[in-house]
C-alpha cells in the first residue's frame, strides 16, 4: 500500500452526521493529499498539505475541513454529511520530485 | 480553471493490438504527467510518467507521448494482454511549483482487452 494507511474502509453515514477519515504514512512525506472519486469523473482534489501545520484548498473542497497537526497524518473532515459526498476517498502521499503514491481507499455512503 | 480532457471513454481491443488513450490540458505551466491505472476495486497505481524536458518515454510495452506546443499526451501500449484491462487516467501538474504536486485528472479510459 505504499506507506499508506487509510481508515475507515467502509463507512455509511446518514444525512447530517460527522465523520473523520485518516490518512496515515509511515513514509515521512512532505506531501499528502485527499482526493475523491466519482462514476465517470475521474478524481478531484478536495484539500492538500505541503507540510505539518499547512493544508490548502484544492478543486472540489466545499464540505469538508481538514488538519495536518502531525506530519504523519492527514485528517479529512465532513462536519455535517450530505448525499452528494457519498464517493470513494482516496489518500496519496508524496515526496517532493517523485510520483503521487495512493492509499486504498474509503468507501463511503451517506443515505 | 486547469482541465484535462481524456478520450476515449470507453475503448475495446483484440489481444496483441495497440491501444492509444489521449489526453488534453489547458494549463500551459504543467510540467508532469503521469498515467496512473486502476483495476475495479482497486487504489490508482502508477504505471508511467513523463516531464515536460522529454517528448517521449518507453517502458516495456507502456510509451508516453508529449506535445507541449499543442498541449496533448498520449499514453501508447503494445501488443495488448487480458490484464492490461483497467481503467487508465493521466493527469498534469505543475510539479515543481509552490502548489506541490498536486494533480488535475482526466476522466479515466476503460480499456477492455478481449482474448
Known amino acids: 500500500n505504499a506507506g499508506v494507511t487509510q481508515t475507515p474502509k467502509f463507512r455509511v453515514l446518514k444525512t447530517g452526521q460527522s465523520m473523520t477519515l485518516l490518512c496515515a504514512q509511515d513514509?515521512?512525506?512532505?506531501?499528502m493529499y485527499w482526493y475523491r472519486q466519482d462514476p465517470g469523473m475521474g478524481l478531484r482534489l478536495i484539500h492538500y498539505?505541503?507540510?505539518?501545520?499547512?493544508?490548502a484548498k484544492g478543486e472540489v473542497p466545499d464540505g469538508y475541513n481538514v488538519s495536518r497537526l502531525k506530519k504523519q497524518n492527514f485528517l479529512l473532515g465532513l462536519e455535517s454529511a450530505a448525499p452528494s459526498q457519498t464517493s470513494v476517498y482516496f489518500c496519496?502521499?508524496?515526496?517532493?520530485?517523485?510520483?503521487?503514491?495512493f492509499g486504498d481507499g474509503t468507501r463511503l455512503s451517506i443515505l | 480553471g486547469e482541465n484535462v480532457e481524456q478520450h476515449p471513454s470507453t475503448l475495446s481491443v483484440q489481444e496483441g493490438d495497440s491501444a492509444v488513450i489521449k489526453c488534453t490540458y489547458s494549463?500551459?505551466?504543467?510540467?508532469?504527467f503521469p498515467w496512473y491505472k486502476q483495476e475495479l476495486g482497486k487504489r490508482p497505481q502508477l504505471i508511467i510518467d513523463?516531464?515536460?524536458?522529454?517528448g517521449e518515454k518507453k517502458d516495456q510495452r507502456i510509451a508516453v507521448t508529449l506535445n507541449k506546443t499543442a498541449k496533448h499526451f498520449s499514453l501508447h501500449i503494445t501488443e495488448t494482454q487480458p490484464e492490461d484491462s483497467a481503467v487508465y487516467f493521466c493527469?498534469?501538474?505543475?510539479?515543481?511549483?509552490?502548489?506541490?504536486?498536486?494533480?488535475?485528472f482526466g476522466q479515466g479510459t476503460e480499456l477492455s482487452v478481449k482474448p
Open positions: 513523463i516531464r515536460s524536458n522529454v
Open positions: 496519496a502521499i508524496q515526496v517532493r520530485g517523485q510520483p503521487q503514491h
Open positions: 498539505s505541503v507540510g505539518e501545520g499547512t493544508t
Open positions: 493527469a498534469a501538474s505543475r510539479f515543481w511549483g509552490d502548489q506541490g504536486g498536486k494533480l488535475i
Open positions: 513514509m515521512n512525506h512532505e506531501y
Open positions: 494549463d500551459s505551466a504543467s510540467n508532469y
